[in-house]
């Protein structure tokens, strides 16, 4: 148990449309990173929110942005999807654990676009 | 430029067998972080290990041991006296030092174990 959730579990949706996806962390994690995993691929980083900031971005489009809230809660939003961003998005709040930090990941939205 | 590779594809064992899962990373940092986790199908990425740059004894837990050696830039898992429990999709990790562990990670392809009865 990560402590860690994030919906909805499945979506689907249409080229075109726009999708936001949301993950709720613990209490003090103060960033929250989010990560798209392809079908048989690795996660690869979207970007990085740190007190409500932007804090680090990968090499995604900026159709996908995001916002952290004061409550530890994350939306990473996505316009005019396209079929390439079916996937399973995973988002992860970092945790302080003896004298380094550790990223627990949340069980993940999978979206599908047709 | 950082990369985490994962020649395994996959990998099919009996239950009670030893396995040993390949990570290999580059990277410029002097100081960098590596990690292991585990996806069962349910999806959820669960933190295995992390281990940073200037730490270089192997670590055993259970029955899960971790070789990390900087010389062949590797950062070996193996499973001893594997269970039908351990079939999961296995991803090594890398951090760049500048921001520490909380650094985005960058993942390998991973590698399936299937650990069949």
């Known amino acids: 148990e990560t402590g860690v959730t994030q919906s909805p579990t499945h979506l689907i949706k249409t080229r075109g449309q726009q999708v936001t996806l949301r993950c709720s962390s613990q209490?003090?994690?103060?960033?929250v990173s989010w990560y798209q995993q392809a079908l048989g691929q690795g996660p690869q980083f979207i970007f990085q929110?740190?007190?409500?900031?932007?804090?680090g971005r990968g090499n995604f489009p900026p159709r996908f942005s995001g916002l952290q809230f004061p409550n530890y809660s994350s939306e990473l939003n996505v316009n005019a999807l396209e079929l390439d961003d079916s996937a399973l998005y995973l988002c992860a709040s970092t945790s302080k654990k003896e004298n380094s930090y550790e990223q627990y990941f949340g069980p993940g939205t999978r979206l599908t676009v047709t | 430029a950082q990369k985490v590779t994962q020649a395994q594809t996959e990998i099919s064992v009996v239950e009670k067998e030893d396995v040993t899962l390949d990570c290999v990373y580059e990277?410029?940092?002097?100081?960098?972080?590596l990690f292991w986790y585990k996806q069962p199908p349910s999806g959820e990425l669960v933190f295995l290990i992390r281990?940073?740059?200037?730490?270089?004894q192997n670590e055993i837990s259970g029955r899960y041991s971790w070789n990390f050696q900087k010389s062949t830039s590797s950062f070996n898992f193996t499973i001893t006296a594997s269970q039908v429990v351990d079939s999961a999709v296995y991803f090594c990790a890398l951090s760049e030092g500048r921001r520490g562990s909380q650094g985005n990670l960058i993942f390998g392809k991973g590698t399936k174990l299937s650990v069949k009865p």
């Open positions: 281990r940073n740059s200037f730490d270089e």
């Open positions: 209490s003090g994690h103060n960033t």
């Open positions: 990277t410029r940092d002097t100081t960098y972080y």
């Open positions: 929110y740190y007190r409500e900031e932007e804090n």
